[in-house]
C-alpha cells in the first residue's frame, strides 16, 4: 500500500481494520513470550491474533439440530 510518499510502510496503527488493547498479564509471561516471539521471528500482535481466532473456533457455540416436524 503506497501513498507515493517515500519513507515506512503504514503499519497495523494506521490501518482502520485493526484496534489497539490493552490487557494484563504476569511479567514472567510477557518475559517467555517476548523471548519466544523473537527466537520464532514473530510479531506478539500476530500471536494474539491467531490465538484469539483459534480460541473463537474452539468456544463456537454448537448449533441445535431440530428433528423436522418437532414443534416443542
Known amino acids: 500500500m ?3 510518499k517515500p519513507g515506512r510502510p ?3 496503527r494506521s490501518n482502520p481494520n485493526f ?3 490493552t490487557s494484563y498479564i504476569s511479567k514472567k509471561t510477557y518475559r517467555a ?3 519466544r516471539c523473537a527466537e520464532l521471528d514473530m510479531n506478539r500482535s500476530d500471536l494474539i ?3 484469539l481466532e483459534e ?3 474452539r468456544t463456537k457455540p454448537k448449533r441445535n439440530k431440530r428433528i423436522r416436524g418437532d414443534n416443542a
Open 55 to 57: 480460541w473463537l473456533e
Open 19 to 21: 484496534i489497539q488493547i
Open 49 to 51: 491474533e491467531e490465538l
Open 33 to 35: 513470550v517476548k523471548i
Open 10 to 12: 503504514k503499519g497495523k
Open 2 to 4: 503506497s501513498d507515493g
